[in-house]
């Protein structure tokens, strides 16, 4: 920490924070998340190809970036891009930050980085693949891919992250509720009821200065609330799982651990999205130059925003529901939730697209960015409303359909509008202009047709029912996923562009003559999204309406030399694909799992083969006792006695 | 595509398609002559509140739609034939595998291990599913909580079965099936 930091402290409480060191603050934030970002988007590169089984990935390896990605680009936007961000639209919006916001800002940054590397390490380096959610207890049933060091390092930097969150929301609640605050009655509880919009709805009650509540304040004082809530109890089951890499004994009801996990896992998201809309609300005014169109019904939304959004993480469960749990109940009443708390998003979008109808407004690279998003918000919106009703959820859960909505929204919402945010602020961080707004535009619009095709394809994947978190995905997947590769390929392309252009910008310089914006005519907007269209929905849905083929089984793989077997060996066959297969590797069955011992190597009678089956795994210990019994077994013994070698 | 599947499908194009024509409208507006007066403003903001009610109707429309078709009530009423599934990393033991076209049936869903999901397949199309409860670490019972799936087969054949909760290395690979015969 510079030293400057720590003599901060002993200024006077109304001191505050020069906008200079705010802004060196923020620009840290931003190189982190662009750094983290590229990383964590080329892994996503790496899965894609693999599953299009252009260079296949080793199974566990693949998990491992699945789990290191998820977490990563949460890193990159949800922690670092949105969390910079977030502190300078408070400054700009008349916010100033004083010493312990700006010790928390930057203590925030130190343990984010810590954090993030901790997972990187984790997963990549000692092969943690339990996802993104690492949903207790899977960290701790590894199939002998990870020990349980992987696990308490992974859970501890989890903690780490954690802890960022918890620092960040109260730096950003320590500035709301600052003397800039524009609330008359002032002191901290009233300027924080203003900072979440209450001054719109009770303006007797919360008077505000000039009547008017600065708009971007709201959705950054929501979140920062909502997530002291809601990462308390993440907080609590890492500790146990840590606890339980030291003590096997301590354990917690995996039910429990899963309303936990979600109960920071759903306003989470939101920490994504929310700090976006403050953004907007920053931005969008400024390219109109106009103020917000808003009515008194925003700070409504906002209040059912603050509340509804701790309340309604079971949207994530609706398929669990244990014979003699409540949690069926839970599921019920939090569809209504998570209704309404579309209200912020729907209402913020009408206000936002009124703001800007037949304004006099300035397209740049930046206000470009803003828009797609906007659109990207509406329409990841809609499936988002699919996912969050019980009927539909069905049909959907687990599918790639999910992995389209999240993508949906994560690239081309949250990312458009922080390359928007990019593009806006970081000549007012850095000192500099931009390297090229040509290059801004290239950005903007390989993204966007990459990133519409890579979701589309998994909306349609989904609905066909495409198995989501597959190293390998059935067969009859892989036209669609190949037909992604390109979409893939403008994404990265797109990303490239980005970093050469932040790349040149932080080296002061510049590209003369590139003003003219590329695509920015109406007319070739039309042309190339009526293109995007043809190009993917057409092919994707003449595809699906063909009924895929169906699925080949998985011993058509490479099946061995024929031998004649018995009945009773036959009826054997059948059952060791479907039971054991998936885990030991026999070429006559062609089966190829390889978390037990190879079978083609080892001599096989049949009293070992029963042995084996009744008394489990007697290597790591990972193949459960019992998996057949009776006839069964016996069935299976005969087989792999006379189809082995 | 299930049926649902297709209503969403193409239920979401269309609302997709409805909200890229009023992007287009606003984005076209801002190259117009005709700049809005600030006294339009106040109209629009007026109009904002008809516009919310409308989204609070239509989401009590949904609601009132969809909240009575949950898959927890068809599973308190049993089925006439019960079948066993239990999961395992990464394999399924379901018994018996052959059940009846036109009866309702009851899968037993119990887990030895982690959270499974089990998915019904038949081709492509995703028939049913649900969820597994985990074991609990070290606990004493060789399966965790017991969760039940009802259905009811209408055509005969082969039906295949995935996993649909990531459950490890092999997920991809944990795969089963049984028969309906008529």
Redesign the interface.
Known sequence: MEAGTARAGAMPATATIEEARVRALVARYFYATTAIFLVAGALGVVMRQSQADIFPIE??FF?AAMTAHGLGTFMAWGAFAVMGFGFWVLARSGFEMRPLGYRLADATWWVTVVGTAGIVVTTLLMGF?G?WVF????P????G?WGDAATGIFAFSVLLVGVGILTWCTAILHTVAGPSNPSERGGALNRIAVGLGIGIVFPRLFPVRGGETPYPVIPLTVIAVDMLIATLPLAALLVIMIA?VID??I?????LA?NMLWFFGHPVVYLLLFPAVAVYYLLIPQYAK?PL??????GI?WVIGVIANVIIWAHHMY???????FQ?VI??AM??LT??I??VS??SV??L??T??????E?NPASGFL?AG??GW??AG??G??NA????N??????L?IVGHFHHMALLNIGAVIFGAAYAFVPELIGKRWYSQKLGWWHLWLTMIGGYGNSIIW?IQG????????????E??DALSQLTLPFVVLVALGQLVFAYNVIQTMRGRRRANDDKPVLAD?RQ??LV?GALALAVLVPGFLV?LD?????EP?QAAAPGPEKALSPEAQAGEELFT??????HAFSAAGTS???GPDLDSLPLTQERVLAAIENGGTGSG?M?AN??SGADATAVAKYLDEAGG | MNTTQTIIAIGFTALCAVSLAIAWRVIRSTSEKSRRTPADLEKIRERENVYAVGVVVALFALLAITIFSTPYGKSADGGSQQVNVDAFQFGWTISPTEVKAGESVEFNLRSKDVQHGFGIYRGTELIAQSQVPSNRPGSDSEFGQRQDLVWTFDEPGTYEVLCLEFCGVQHQGMQGSFEVVP
């Open positions: 199974d566990n998990y693949a996802s949903l207790y207890p899977l701790f049933f590894s199939a891919q339980q096997p004994s354990t917690v009801d995996p039910l899963k106009r169109a808003a009515a008194n019904v925003i939304a398929l669990d529901y244990p014979a003699d749990t069926s599921n019920v569809q209504p209704f309404s579309t209200l729907a209402i009408y206000s697209c009124a800007m109808y037949k304004s006099d407004f397209w828009i906007l659109i509406f329409t809609l499936s409303v699919v009703t019980i009927a539909l069905v049909d959907v859960h687990n599918t359909w909306y609905l066909n029912g495409g198995p989501r978190r597959f190293s390998v995905l059935p009859s997947y109406t907007i039309g999204t699906a009924r895929l083929p169906d699925r998985v479907t039971t054991c297969g998936s885990c799992g390889g978390i990972q459960p998996l057949l």
